[in-house]
């Protein structure tokens, strides 16, 4: 018996979206897609257990760039924005959902610099190591399809992971 695979067409722009980001961004773990409020979950894992403060002291910071990026722009704010943490087993796992609408490719790279810069040594990342006029077109590419994502919205929620070098993206 052999699988088909099929893919909706309205959803072939999102499946590319969350495949790109995680090829894009190693740091990245997983990313879920929600319809109901157009909303992206970006989740990243640190090897660590911090502590409460640490964390919230994270979370002001992290929405104040957002907030600082989104005025110096000349963009509309965020219309939901929300950082929220998982503490489990010596690991920290920090989600942050963005509504999609908003979202722009530059304020995913200022969140993967923040995550870089705040938790290095613990950040938990794949060795990827793409040549930087791949990246610039990684970079167009995740512009062009968060403008699609934009016009149309998916009908299907959608969770995209890494597995040991893959991309794996299901439907839910």
């Known amino acids: 018996m052999q699988l088909e695979k099929k893919i909706v067409p309205e959803d072939e722009d999102s499946i590319n979206l969350v495949t790109t980001?995680?090829?894009?961004y190693p740091q990245l773990c997983t990313i879920n897609y929600s319809p109901k409020g157009h909303l992206l979950k970006l989740s990243f894992i640190l090897?660590?257990?911090l502590a409460l403060n640490i964390l919230k002291r994270f979370q002001d910071e992290l929405i104040s760039c957002i907030r600082a990026y989104s005025y110096f722009e000349r963009k509309e704010e965020p219309r939901h924005l929300k950082i929220s943490f998982n503490r489990i087993s010596g690991l920290t796992?920090?989600?942050i959902t963005r509504d999609a609408s908003t979202l722009t490719q530059k304020e995913i790279s200022l969140i993967v610099t923040i995550m870089n810069d705040s938790f290095q040594n613990i950040l938990v990342s794949?060795?990827?190591t793409a040549p930087e006029?791949?990246?610039s077109e990684q970079d167009d590419?995740?512009?062009y399809?968060?403008?699609n994502l934009r016009i149309k919205s998916p009908a299907n929620k959608l969770?995209?992971?890494r597995e040991e070098g893959r991309v794996l993206v299901f439907k839910r």
Do not use: T
């Open 145 to 147: 399809m968060l403008d």
């Open 133 to 135: 006029d791949e990246l």
């Open 93 to 95: 796992n920090i989600e």
């Open 21 to 24: 980001l995680l090829m894009r």
């Open 47 to 49: 090897k660590k257990d």
């Open 126 to 128: 794949d060795e990827i």
């Open 141 to 143: 590419f995740i512009r």
């Open 159 to 161: 969770i995209a992971l």
